[in-house]
């Protein structure tokens, strides 16, 4: 399990963050919430040891990593796909792929093994090995971030709006496959503007607001609070 203890955040003399705390169980999909700016992705960077946390503490699988380096974060098995993918655009699909897997010292065949689960569930990446990635549609290219992501073989998956400027038919998709990652056992951790969508297939969530996390629950008392329909759901 993933939990962070009363972290705060500041960007010089502004503070973003203030003394969050939340849980992401291991195996579920677990939702943060917000409008612009609320502090999402500034949490995601806590985690992962991109911006320095005060006070507080974040732990994975009971070990402190509170003030560990972003690459010891991401040898511990966790993983951020970043808010617009950031894939390696003049780079082949596979190119991307392979990338993905680079630090891994597992065995050929089992790294093969993951590639395969990955054609089978995103066929598209499959039939376009070879194309630019950057020439993909942005579907495709979310796609791509999940399956270099996948291919690092990572325990928990943090995904920061992985619906963003996709249309919506595409996001059903993306979701769909966001579900399936969590069937074959990951642990995740989705931060949306979509909150509908991402409470319909999250075990847990949380609200911020200005950096302070206002509400918790399961998905679906979320989806049936009326603050969250009102401010959120656009109900
Ligand atoms: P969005 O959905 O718009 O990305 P968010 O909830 O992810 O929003 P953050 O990106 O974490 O929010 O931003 C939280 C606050 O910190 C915002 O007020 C933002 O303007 C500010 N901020 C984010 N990054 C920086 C930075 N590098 N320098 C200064 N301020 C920043």
């Given at each position: 399990m993933l939990e962070i203890k009363g972290i705060s955040a500041s960007y010089g003399p502004t503070?973003?963050?203030?003394?969050i705390s939340l849980k992401v169980e291991e195996g579920k999909i677990t939702t943060l919430i917000g409008g612009n700016g609320a502090g999402k992705t500034t949490t995601l960077n806590c985690i992962m040891g991109v911006v320095k946390g005060q006070g507080g503490s974040i732990s994975w699988k009971n070990k402190?990593?509170?003030?560990?380096?972003t690459p010891d974060i991401v040898s511990m098995g966790i993983s951020l796909i970043p808010e617009g993918r950031?894939?390696?655009?003049?780079?082949?699909v596979m190119e991307n792929l392979e990338l993905g897997a680079y630090k891994r010292k597992d065995k050929k065949n089992v790294i093969k093994d993951d590639l395969d689960w990955i054609f089978d569930t995103f066929p598209v990446l499959k039939t376009r090995y070879?194309?630019?990635?950057?020439?993909?549609?942005g579907g495709e290219q979310q796609m791509l971030a999940i399956g270099r992501s996948l291919m690092g073989s990572p325990e928990l998956i943090l995904m920061d709006e992985?619906?963003?400027?996709?249309a919506p038919i595409i996001v059903e998709e993306v979701f769909r496959v966001i579900e399936k990652i969590k069937n074959m056992g990951k642990t995740i951790l989705l931060v949306e503007q979509n909150a509908s969508l991402a409470l319909s297939i999250a075990h847990y969530g949380y609200v911020i607001e200005l950096g302070h996390i206002a509400l918790e629950g399961t998905g679906q008392e979320l989806l049936n609070n009326s603050e969250v329909e009102k401010a959120y759901l656009g109900l």
């Amino acid at each position: 399990m993933l939990e962070i203890k009363g972290i705060s955040a500041s960007y010089g003399p502004t503070k973003v963050l203030h003394d969050i705390s939340l849980k992401v169980e291991e195996g579920k999909i677990t939702t943060l919430i917000g409008g612009n700016g609320a502090g999402k992705t500034t949490t995601l960077n806590c985690i992962m040891g991109v911006v320095k946390g005060q006070g507080g503490s974040i732990s994975w699988k009971n070990k402190d990593i509170t003030n560990l380096k972003t690459p010891d974060i991401v040898s511990m098995g966790i993983s951020l796909i970043p808010e617009g993918r950031h894939i390696f655009p003049d780079m082949t699909v596979m190119e991307n792929l392979e990338l993905g897997a680079y630090k891994r010292k597992d065995k050929k065949n089992v790294i093969k093994d993951d590639l395969d689960w990955i054609f089978d569930t995103f066929p598209v990446l499959k039939t376009r090995y070879k194309q630019l990635a950057g020439t993909m549609s942005g579907g495709e290219q979310q796609m791509l971030a999940i399956g270099r992501s996948l291919m690092g073989s990572p325990e928990l998956i943090l995904m920061d709006e992985p619906s963003m400027g996709l249309a919506p038919i595409i996001v059903e998709e993306v979701f769909r496959v966001i579900e399936k990652i969590k069937n074959m056992g990951k642990t995740i951790l989705l931060v949306e503007q979509n909150a509908s969508l991402a409470l319909s297939i999250a075990h847990y969530g949380y609200v911020i607001e200005l950096g302070h996390i206002a509400l918790e629950g399961t998905g679906q008392e979320l989806l049936n609070n009326s603050e969250v329909e009102k401010a959120y759901l656009g109900l």
